[in-house]
């Protein structure tokens, strides 16, 4: 499943403000206030358009108290980090994870010298 970088960002958001209460009611507002104090600026609309785009993937779910809409992420930061490996090792390593493995302890190395 590929995702965009505001897509990540969000869900980030999600994940963030869920982390004590995974039951916590999630508003299109929340998201807005939370991307921006951490220095993220996008319009309300923008985020309501990335956030209806991701339950049409089905990685959030959206849902309706009384007047005002809801979401739910279905995929825990772990679920997306699987599905994201999954991705890289079957697109540009045949899916051998021992491949991808090398690939990144080598990077590693190159990284720290």
């Not at 590929?2 to 039951?23: H, R, Y």
């Not at 206030?33 to 358009?49: F, Q, V």
């Not at 049409?56 to 108290?65: C, E, Q, T």
């Amino acid at each position: 499943m590929v995702c965009g970088k505001l897509e990540i960002d969000i869900l980030n958001s999600f994940w963030q403000l869920t982390e004590m209460n995974e039951d916590r009611d999630i508003s299109i507002q929340d998201i807005v206030d939370d991307l921006s104090s951490h220095g993220i600026e996008r319009a309300y609309t923008t985020i309501k358009t990335v956030m209806d785009r991701l339950t049409m993937k089905s990685i959030l779910v959206r849902y309706k108290v009384g007047k005002k809409f809801f979401y739910k992420a279905a995929m825990t930061k772990n679920e997306m980090a699987s599905e994201a490996v999954k991705t890289v090792a079957e697109q540009f390593f045949n899916g051998s994870y021992i491949q991808l493995i090398k690939f990144v302890e080598k990077k590693t190395e190159e990284l720290l010298v």
